[in-house]
């Protein structure tokens, strides 16, 4: 049986893919993950299809910045669609527009703290204040709760210390850069296995290349739940 903790990423170029695998897959995984790539791919229509037809969550990853009024605007658009979660980046005013376009909504609002990709040199090229990188992850995610943030998007290693925030208390925390052990960590570099994310305080971990690269992406998926299961 699926277990919610569990998003799939459908980092497959378009609908057609992205349909051929959740049914591949089937009652493996309830949950799903549709990104920037795929957007023009049919990514909304999937969106609606796997919701309406096949009763899956979903989890459409925009990381939205922008002026308030223009979340605001995107959001309500967005909101439309049935989603679970949506990400804009946690910037408190951010964060604020992106919860009124999802006001009446059942749309939880997660806040990106700072891409995983990005080191202290990439911060410094964008002006970001100094300071060590972790510092900062706990209090971007401080602000993004403040500002009214369901959740947040968090590297497992920074998920125990996301959920020690006293603002945290309610909140989710979502993991992507997860890696079954044995996995091919692809270019993710700082990663935990499903378990250790969840046991360090992360509610849904989100994963991507393990699943659909597997050959056996609907075994894949089962050994996951089953990890999970054990807990
Ligand atoms: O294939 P993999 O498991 O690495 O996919 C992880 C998914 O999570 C991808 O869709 C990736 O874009 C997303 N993600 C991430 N790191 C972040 C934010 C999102 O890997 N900081």
């Known amino acids: 049986m699926a277990d919610d903790r569990l998003i799939v990423a459908l980092d497959v170029p378009n609908a057609l893919a992205a349909l051929k695998l959740t049914e591949t897959i089937g009652d493996t995984v309830s949950f799903y993950k549709i990104g920037l790539g795929m957007l023009t791919g049919g990514g909304l229509a999937v969106a609606n299809e796997l919701k309406q037809e096949h009763g899956k969550r979903i989890f459409l990853d925009m990381k939205l910045f922008d002026i308030g009024a223009t979340v605001e605007a995107a959001v309500r658009g967005l909101a439309q669609f049935d989603l679970d979660f949506l990400t804009v980046h946690g910037d408190p005013h951010v964060v604020r527009a992106a919860k009124e376009g999802a006001a009446g909504k059942d749309l939880k609002i997660l806040g990106v703290t700072i891409l995983t990709s990005l080191d202290r040199e990439d911060l410094d090229a964008s002006l970001i204040k100094p300071g060590d990188i972790r510092d900062l992850v706990q209090e971007r995610a401080a602000r993004?709760?403040?500002?009214?943030?369901?959740?947040?998007?968090?590297?497992?290693?920074?998920?125990?210390?996301?959920?020690?925030?006293?603002?945290?208390?309610?909140?989710?925390?979502?993991?992507?850069?997860?890696?079954?052990?044995?996995?091919?960590?692809?270019?993710?570099?700082?990663?935990?296995?499903?378990?250790?994310?969840?046991?360090?305080?992360?509610?849904?971990?989100?994963?991507?290349?393990?699943?659909?690269?597997?050959?056996?992406?609907?075994?894949?998926?089962?050994?996951?739940?089953?990890?999970?299961a054990e807990l």
């Open 144 to 228: 993004a709760f403040e500002a009214g943030a369901d959740g947040v998007i968090a590297s497992p290693q920074e998920a125990a210390m996301i959920r020690a925030l006293p603002q945290a208390e309610g909140r989710l925390i979502v993991t992507p850069g997860v890696r079954p052990a044995g996995a091919a960590l692809g270019d993710q570099k700082r990663v935990a296995t499903p378990a250790n994310a969840i046991a360090d305080g992360a509610d849904h971990i989100v994963v991507g290349r393990p699943v659909w690269q597997a050959e056996s992406p609907r075994a894949a998926a089962e050994a996951i739940v089953a990890e999970l």
